[in-house]
């Protein structure tokens, strides 16, 4: 109950806000707009993002554990980075850092299984990793994605994922992926499909995986 009234009045501050924020990138106000985001940030969550900037992703996520609220502070403060990300990008600043840092911080947020309306942020997500080079994924954030997928029912893209790992020689995938089509094979077969896998597959990606491990 106080994750949930925590983040209704967080949501409506964060409405405020981004409003402002959305005018002024309409007038191309962009250092308006990165103002009004740090003031906020300092306001509803209790951080500068001076220092977040330079902070990598665990830090931040350790800092958000300081509080009861965890997985409020991760989301507003997820939210907060991909605007931030937003007005980086549109002021011809470098952006890649503060989206990885928002990513990290919506999957942590998502699966602490505290937020009530989880499925509400996975556009916002998906469309982060699509932004995220290939390149700057460690392996933490790669295996926090494919928990991601597998959460939010994306049983397909964490199954890419896990093959696209396994081809780089990731040895630590191994055993993951085979926790992973293990659960799977307790999901029906509906919710298999509606995760764009058939239980045909899940088991014949099983048996590959087995005889690599082998």
């Known amino acids: 109950m106080l994750q949930r009234d925590y983040l209704m009045r967080m949501t409506e501050m964060l409405t405020a806000v981004i409003a402002k924020v959305m005018f002024n990138k309409e007038i ?3 250092e308006e ?3 009004e ?3 906020a940030a300092k306001t509803i969550v ?11 992703p665990q830090d931040i996520i350790q800092l958000m554990k300081t509080s009861d609220l965890y997985a409020g502070r991760c989301l507003v403060s997820a939210e907060l980075l991909k605007e931030y990300a937003d007005v980086h990008e549109l002021n011809g ?7 990885l840092k928002s990513l990290n911080l919506y999957i942590e947020a998502i699966l602490s299984k505290e937020l ?3 499925e509400k942020y996975y556009s916002k997500i998906n469309e982060l990793i699509s932004f995220i080079a290939e390149s700057d994924l460690q392996d933490d954030l790669n295996f926090k994605i494919i928990d991601y997928y597998e959460f939010s ?8 994922m896990i093959f696209e790992l396994i081809e780089n020689n990731n040895k630590d ?4 992926s085979v926790s992973f089509y293990k659960k799977l094979l307790h999901r029906t077969d509906e919710e298999l499909e509606s995760g764009n896998l058939s239980r045909e597959e899940v088991n014949d990606a099983l048996d590959e995986i087995l005889k690599i491990k082998d």
């Not at 209790?46 to 990598?56: Q, T, V």
């Not at 600043?93 to 989206?99: E, G, L, M, V």
């Not at 995938?173 to 993951?176: A, P, S």
């Open 153 to 160: 029912g994306q049983y397909s893209k964490a199954e890419d």
């Open 93 to 99: 600043k470098d952006n890649s850092s503060i989206i």
């Open 173 to 176: 995938i191994i055993d993951r």
């Open 33 to 35: 707009a990165e103002k």
């Open 37 to 39: 985001i740090e003031t």
């Open 28 to 30: 191309k106000n962009y």
């Open 46 to 56: 209790g951080l500068d993002l001076r220092i977040i900037n330079i902070l990598n």
């Open 116 to 118: 009530p309306e989880p």
